[in-house]
């Protein structure tokens, strides 16, 4: 009876140690110690004080060394493998310019799949050349037609040893020897066969050679203009009257707008859109005519690109986009790519211009019956090498 009542004691007493050390939250309690402190009545369990009761030895535990934990030697890595800073910077550029060339083979693949070719056999000299020009030819059409007699003859051309961009009129009423068809005015060679008989002809003629050309017209001059957001010239009361009528008679017969729409309402400097700086290109109703009228073309060329010059990057793509599509051309992809290097350092480029003939360097004479003017060839040349050369 004695041993029950001794063992229910114990499971109480060892209950209450559990809770105990549970809500004391110690994680290490001496069990002989305690069950000595509840024979001294230190602790309430019901015990009768002073009696010793009979209790079985709970051993101590042994305390245990915690293993040491074993330093994690790290793995020397060989020196290839090792972090550089310079080394992952340089391998990130590389990895963003391997990106942007093909991002750009992408954009100007696209862009010249807007363009529409222009079938030429003469051979140029490559984009990269010192020397590189672009004939660009205005004909006197619109919408879709490129076709008829050359009203302009404009030569971009671009020296990289000069850092220099010089714009060359060709006058259209040079009298010249167009291979096949006799003397006649030099507008006449585009008409009878197309870029290539133009190339021979001023190769043969005025010792002058393009690389690549361009043909426009009405539209395509007026849509290039508002698609750079338009360009700033200074004219005067009667480039002013001129222009408006020009731009009167383009509403109806050109364009099919209300013939009021776009005209100007003051001279000097002011900001064209793309029909008034078509009007001003065809103004020749000064006292030079035709030459005064050549004037102004190479200032609306030049104009446009100092427009271009203030374009970012996307406002230039962009353009690009509403150009292409109404060029007719024989550039190149690769021609492009090559002329990379100039368009980036396009502003450090100085831009000039010239004429053929120049004053002092051509009578006026006759083809037939159609004036013409009579230019010494040899002299011209010359001086254009000099112009831009120097």
Known sequence: MHDSCSGRRHVKITARIAFRALFMKKTYIDLNEYLEELDEG????????????????????????????EEEQEEERPAWKKKHPVRNFFRVILILLIAGCVLLGVEVNHL??????LNSTYSGNSASADVFSVMMVGVD???????????TMLMVTISRSTKKIL??????????????????????????????????TLENHLGLSFDRAVVVN??????????????DVTIDDEEMAAMNQIIWIMNQEVFAEPAYYDLLETSGEIHLNGK?????????TSARSDFDRTSRQRTMVQACMEQIRSLNPLQLLQAMEKIMP?????????????????????????????SIPQDGTYTSGYIGEQQALIIDAETNRQMWEDALNQ
């Open 326 to 354: 109404e060029l007719v051309t024989d550039f190149t992809e690769q021609d492009l790519i090559r002329l990379l290097p100039v368009l980036l350092s396009f502003s450090s480029y100085s831009i000039e211009e010239f």
């Open 42 to 69: 230190k602790h309430q369990t019901g015990r009768k004080p002073g009696k010793t009761y009979a209790h079985p030895h709970v051993p101590k535990p042994e305390p245990q060394e915690e293993p040491e934990e």
């Open 218 to 231: 009405f539209t395509t001059v007026r849509d290039a203009v508002d698609a750079i957001g338009g360009i």
């Open 112 to 117: 010249f799949s807007l363009t529409q070719p």
């Open 167 to 200: 714009i060359t009129s060709v006058m259209r009423d040079i009298a010249a020897e167009i291979p096949g068809y006799g003397t006649a005015k030099l507008n006449a060679a585009y008409a009878y066969g197309g870029i290539d008989l133009l190339h021979e």
């Open 276 to 284: 008034q700086a078509l009007a001003y290109a065809r103004d020749r």
């Open 141 to 151: 059409t619109r919408g879709s037609d490129y076709e008829g007699r050359s009203d």
